[in-house]
């Protein structure tokens, strides 16, 4: 008899542990750094982190945007992580709305399923996380 697919045993679930190592390595840098810094540093930081645990990334990635076949211009996506993850990296006070729709526009034009707002700004960088999945 067939046995039912685990969560653990999915492409979800795949993304699921590569979630929890990506926001397991912004802690360390957030616990190294603190908040309060410009976007770039925490980005670069990271990068450093995900090379230490021996994940692969690209780092800003132009996605072109179009109006009904014509160039508008370029996004940047922060990071691509496993080339599976988009993160978007924020240094801010508030986080706006606008910020997850940003990260859901990423998701769309990429065809990615998932992607992780992280906001570096945050007394606790848990509060400061926004995982997102098409």
């Not at 978007?88 to 859901?104: F, R």
């Not at 707002?117 to 995982?131: C, P, T, W």
């Amino acid at each position: 008899m067939d046995q039912p697919e685990r969560l653990g045993d999915t492409e979800l679930g795949r993304l699921e542990r590569l979630t929890s190592r990506i926001i397991g390595a912004a802690i360390e840098v957030h616990r190294a750094l603190g908040p309060g810094l410009l976007e770039p540093l925490y980005e670069k930081a990271l990068c450093i982190e995900l090379e230490a645990r021996e994940m692969r990334y690209l780092r800003q990635i132009p996605v072109p945007a179009f109006y009904k076949g014509h160039p508008l211009g370029q996004y940047r996506i922060d990071l691509v992580v496993e080339d599976a993850i988009v993160v978007e990296i924020k240094s801010v006070i508030n986080m706006p709305s606008v910020l997850e729709t940003q990260v859901l526009t990423y998701l769309r034009l990429t065809g990615m399923r998932v992607g992780l707002l992280i906001n570096f700004n945050s007394r606790l960088l848990a509060h400061g996380v926004r995982r997102f999945v098409l």
